[in-house]
């Protein structure tokens, strides 16, 4: 299935039905008066979370959304049906913004939240309505109120627990493979991750999600690279491992150009709780971790974890600290509350 977390689409809710122009017609009935009934209430457009969705790729075939217009009134003061509503699916997550996208019009953080996004319009009158005293034979009616119609984007923001992110080939999908059932693509070539990968982690008796976005890059708060535009999938997640190449050139230039993408996109990435990880020290001595974790500290970070993606050297431990900072209620039931940021800063340890 492919991935796509933004897509614009057309809603228009139904329209109300007309109301009738009738006049009673009986055997015997000398002077039968109005009988036209109103108009049916238009379909509503409903929004609804649900699960087994995580992508928004079923919106790019199908971008225009109409619900049905209200039965006419008819005569013996019958009421139109009123139409069916319009019920769209989506992901959990997903973000319903102005066209201009500058409004967030709805957010879906649960399975199950429904949101009557637009109504339908209000049958019109019937002539019956219009009957009185000095009017007793009126022949005037009512068109139905029409739908309302608008342009959407909808964003779709991965909900995850924990959010992965590093430099391109920093190796998180080889990290996601070796803590998750997730099957990312693997490569010695940077941006080998195009799309976000979920992972669903089980350690300890407790679970957890975990979201692997591409590669961040310098100036990437301002467009450079890919990964800037799947930011917004860690904005909910509590905690945020980042991985820092144990093989690169300057991994405290690394780990800082990171963070400071992260504080130019701001919505608080730069406030989550964050573990950093030296990674693939399977390719070094001790000497040498042990130096770029005190060059690491000295640059901002707190605890340093030394790891290996490829050999899972040291994932256990990294594992313990995420459960640290999740609640015992794991994944995404528990969005909702405020992230609390316990982590200290903490004495290198050798492996």
């Keep these: 299935m492919h991935f796509l977390d933004q897509a614009k689409i057309y809603l228009r809710a139904g329209s109300g039905g007309p109301g009738a122009v009738s006049f009673r017609r009986e055997k015997y009935v000398q002077y039968g008066g109005p009988d036209g009934g109103n108009g049916g209430k238009g379909g509503d457009i409903i929004f609804t979370a649900v699960e087994g969705l995580n992508t928004l790729i079923d919106f790019r075939y199908a971008q225009h959304f109409k619900a049905r217009r209200g039965g006419h009134g008819m005569g013996r003061d019958r009421t139109g049906a009123g139409a069916d509503d319009l019920v769209i699916e989506v992901p959990v997550g997903t973000q319903?913004?102005?066209?201009?996208?500058?409004?967030?019009?709805?957010?879906?953080?649960?399975?199950?939240?429904?949101?009557?996004?637009?109504?339908?319009?209000?049958?019109?009158r019937g002539?019956?309505?219009?009957?009185?005293?000095?009017?007793?034979?009126?022949?005037?009616?009512?068109?139905?109120?029409?739908?309302?119609?608008?342009?959407?984007?909808?964003?779709?923001?991965?909900?995850a627990d924990v959010g992965l992110l590093g430099l391109p080939n920093a190796g998180k999908s080889t990290f996601i493979n070796q803590v998750s059932n997730a099957q990312a693509k693997v490569g010695d070539y940077a941006f080998t991750t195009l799309v976000p990968k979920l992972g669903v982690v089980r350690h300890k008796a407790r679970e957890f999600v975990i979201a692997d976005i591409p590669g961040l890059i310098e100036g990437a708060a301002d467009g450079a690279g890919i990964g800037d535009r799947f930011l917004g999938h860690i904005e909910r997640c509590r905690v945020l491992i980042h991985l820092?190449?144990?093989?690169?050139?300057?991994?405290?230039?690394?780990?800082?150009?990171?963070?400071?993408?992260?504080?130019?996109?701001g919505a608080?990435?730069?406030?989550?709780?964050?573990?950093?990880?030296?990674?693939?020290?399977?390719?070094?001595?001790?000497?040498?971790?042990?130096?770029f974790a005190r060059e690491l500290q000295e640059a901002g970070a707190g605890k340093v974890f030394g790891l290996s993606g490829a050999t899972g050297q040291g994932v256990e431990a990294m594992l313990d600290a995420v459960l640290q900072h999740l609640p015992d209620r794991t994944s995404t039931e528990t969005k909702g509350r405020e992230q609390e940021n316990t982590s200290e800063a903490a004495p290198w340890s050798p492996l």
Excluded: C
Excluded at 97 to 111: G, N, Y
Excluded at 127 to 149: I, L, M
Excluded at 269 to 282: G, R, T
């Design 96 to 124: 319903v913004l102005s066209e201009d996208k500058e409004e967030v019009l709805a957010d879906f953080t649960e399975v199950g939240q429904t949101i009557t996004f637009i109504e339908g319009g209000m049958g019109g």
């Design 127 to 159: 002539n019956a309505s219009y009957k009185t005293s000095t009017n007793r034979a009126p022949r005037q009616h009512q068109e139905g109120e029409v739908g309302a119609e608008l342009w959407v984007w909808l964003r779709l923001k991965l909900l």
């Design 244 to 265: 820092v190449d144990i093989t690169g050139d300057d991994p405290a230039q690394a780990m800082q150009i990171v963070n400071e993408e992260l504080a130019a996109y």
């Design 268 to 291: 608080g990435l730069e406030d989550k709780v964050q573990l950093i990880a030296l990674n693939k020290v399977d390719l070094a001595d001790a000497e040498l971790v042990e130096g």
